[in-house]
């Protein structure tokens, strides 16, 4: 009986535990699906910039052109970076799916269910009457004691695998960083020549009239109404490109962010505080859209 | 080319393309003034050249990460593999119980059968 006792205390302090690895173990899942899908949800966009970029070559070089009138119509050559993305896109969607099977192992389900088997065994053993029924104290623990095993096993494989997650989501952030400067580039090249582009375009290519059709400026001026057009236009690329360049920053803290909660999570004595402030951050960048 | 000729490659061809970007209309007036439409079209061409010139560069620079990711997603798959085997285990104790259940349940007909 003394053993019993102890057994059933190491059991509860151990599932105690083992509850809480569970529990973070699961947010840390959600999250992990959430930042997978997000940074495939930007290299979707980025898939879209070689249109963008092709429309706007021809747009401008119609604009700029000294004499429309006798030019080809423009024709600009894509640039395609479909393969490079599609690569990236895979890699991304198998960490996705590796998080979905993560997600599944924190389910309490299976404690659950190891709890309900253990009233159901119960209920076999007593119905041999041939054998004393179990005592009504083993009895009623007998289903959370199984309980316990199960959320011990299943907190042992959810830091073995969070450590797994810890040196993957590395070398993905790793890797984020590193290719972040090229897709600033690529972005510098598809947005800031066209602005600088813009810019050289003459004003007497614009039609105030049209302008004041579109927007409601409160001026009489054509050579204002134009310039504030120009500069509506200018904010507009500059907001589209800085909401590109934010993503990619994001993206990039959150993988770092997802790294370190796996890494507290895979420690021998997990530290809450820490685990719940890196999902904090990832949570805060998430909404950050 | 080494990436330290390339960098110095792309830092070039990224001057030229913002120079010619920021005085666009102004150097196809010239072109315009000594050649027609046809020195347009041509120094247009030109400029295409240096844009695909750069973003070809780029491109350089991500494929040489893709045998990277190659690793990666090779990576992720063996561990949903791994986690499919320990979701098989933790479920594996309710197997268990199951079956002790089974069992009983089977020494208790057993049991009656035989009038024990």
């Known amino acids: 009986m003394k053993y019993v006792i102890k057994i059933t205390v190491f059991l509860f302090m151990v599932s105690c535990g083992s509850a809480k690895v569970a529990e973070l173990g699961s947010e840390t899942a959600k999250k992990g699906e959430e930042v997978s899908q997000r940074a495939i949800d930007l290299y979707r966009s980025l898939s879209k910039q070689s249109e963008i970029e092709k429309a706007q070559r021809d747009r401008v070089k119609i604009l700029t052109n000294p004499n429309p009138a006798s030019m080809t119509i423009p024709d600009t050559k894509p640039q ?3 393969e490079q993305i599609e690569k990236r896109i895979i890699a991304y969607r198998q ?17 659950e269910k190891t709890e309900e088997l253990g009233g159901a065994l119960q209920e076999s053993y007593n119905a041999l009457e041939q054998l004393p029924d179990l005592p009504d104290e083993a009895a009623s623990k007998l289903g959370s004691l199984l309980k316990k095993i199960t959320e011990a096993s299943q907190a042992k494989k959810i830091k073995e695998h969070s450590l797994v997650f810890h040196h993957l989501t590395e070398v993905y952030h790793i890797l984020w960083e590193k290719e972040k400067a090229i897709w600033n580039a690529y972005l510098d090249r598809v947005y800031d020549d066209y602005i600088a582009e ?40 500059v907001a589209h490109k800085k909401e590109l360049v934010e993503q990619l920053n994001d993206v990039g803290e959150m993988l770092q962010e997802l790294s370190t909660a796996h890494e507290k999570l895979a420690e021998k004595k997990i530290t809450v505080s820490d685990i719940l402030q890196a999902l904090k951050e990832i949570e805060n960048l998430l909404k950050d859209e | 080319m080494n990436n330290d000729r390339e960098e110095l490659l792309k830092i070039a061809l990224a001057g030229a393309i913002g120079e010619f970007s920021t005085n666009r209309a102004a150097i196809l007036e010239l072109a315009f003034a000594s050649g027609g439409q046809e020195a347009v079209q041509k120094l247009e061409s030109e400029y295409d050249v240096l844009r695909d010139a750069y973003f070809e560069i780029l491109k350089r620079q991500l494929d040489r990460n893709n045998h990277l990711y190659g690793q990666l997603i090779k990576a992720a798959n063996e561990e949903v593999e791994n986690l499919k085997t320990s979701i098989k285990q933790v479920n594996n104790i309710n197997d268990i119980i199951q079956l002790i259940s089974t069992v009983i349940n089977l020494v208790g007909r057993i049991l009656i059968v035989l009038g024990i």
């Open chain 1, 95 to 111: 960490l996705l799916e590796a998080y979905e099977y993560f997600e599944q192992l924190t389910d309490k389900k299976y404690s």
């Open chain 1, 80 to 82: 395609d970076f479909s």
């Open chain 1, 198 to 237: 813009l810019n050289t375009v003459k004003s007497q290519r614009y039609d105030a009239k049209k302008i004041l059709e579109l927007y409601d400026f409160p001026y009489s001026d054509e050579a204002v109404i134009i310039l504030f057009y120009r500069l509506e236009q200018r904010e507009k690329i």
